[in-house]
């Protein structure tokens, strides 16, 4: 039985059962951190060495993979998550001005949460969008044609 920290009961629940269905079958460290991701919403140390103990796979391997792919969070992430697409479309129609405009809004800079858990702000991807860039997503919704000064309003829906 592990010493550290696993969160909530329930989560550590559902860790424990998560990482024993899959242990023992080969390539168990994804879907593991995989589902421990889904539990905590992020990549919490506690559960990265569970993992490691459990799968018997050095804590190293496990860092390595977290930090190398961008599904991976090491940190926990805001309620409301903003992406801001920074694909060339986006980009050369301003999109790095929306992005600027976020962070001096939210105090925060790119890749950061709020100190109150609310927003979280990634750079990401093109988003598909190109005709509606600069384009943003906050969790499931995207605006197109965001001007800087558009940005306080978007937020102001998502402060209440």
């Known amino acids: 039985m592990s010493c550290i920290n696993l969160g909530t009961p329930e989560q550590e629940t559902q860790l424990r059962a998560a990482v024993a269905s899959l242990k023992g079958s080969p390539g168990a460290v994804m879907p593991a951190m995989q589902r421990a991701q889904g ?5 919490p140390f506690a559960a990265q060495k569970f993992i490691s103990d459990e ?36 980009y050369v129609k301003g999109a790095a001005l929306v992005l600027s405009a976020l962070e001096a809004d939210l105090g ?13 702000i ?20 995207v605006y197109g044609k965001v ?12 402060r209440s």
């Open 147 to 158: 001007a800087p000064e558009k940005v306080a309003e978007i937020l102001n829906q998502y």
């Open 39 to 43: 539990i905590y919403g992020y990549l």
């Open 55 to 90: 799968l018997d796979v050095p804590l190293e391997e496990i860092y390595g993979i977290a930090t190398f792919y961008s599904q991976f969070a090491l940190t926990p992430k805001g309620k409301n998550r903003i992406g801001v697409c920074m694909g060339t479309a986006c």
């Open 122 to 141: 990634d750079a990401t991807r093109c988003l598909g969008c190109c005709g509606l860039a600069p384009v943003l997503s906050v969790n499931d919704h």
């Open 108 to 120: 925060v800079k790119t890749g950061e949460t709020t100190p109150d858990g609310l927003f979280t």
